[in-house]
């Protein structure tokens, strides 16, 4: 006879050792790059630590990811779905 295991199987661990980045509204064709001049559709959803959420096109994204994690901003990147959409549309 096997004791029951207290622990469920359930709980899933990524979803523990989230920091937050899949609460992030998925981007949208509606939304925009916030970098300045730059109109290109956004892919890289950010929320700094004050709260306040930021856009950014793939280019820029990738440029400012390691700048705004640094100064603990969620990220959320669906700048994956370039080619995912790219694919579809083939
Ligand atoms: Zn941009």
Redesign the pocket.
């Known amino acids: 006879m096997q004791p029951v295991e207290a622990t469920s199987p359930e709980t899933d661990p990524t979803t523990m050792h989230d920091d937050g980045a899949s609460s992030l509204a998925a981007l949208t064709a509606f939304d925009r790059?916030d970098?300045a001049g730059?109109t290109?559709a956004?892919y890289v959803r950010a929320r700094l630590s004050s709260g306040l959420e930021l856009v950014?096109?793939a280019?820029?994204?990738h440029e400012l990811i390691p700048a705004l994690a640094g100064q603990g901003a969620s990220i959320r990147d669906d700048s994956h779905t370039l080619i995912e959409n790219r694919s579809i549309g083939a």
């Open positions: 790059c970098s730059c290109a956004a950014f096109c280019h820029h994204g």
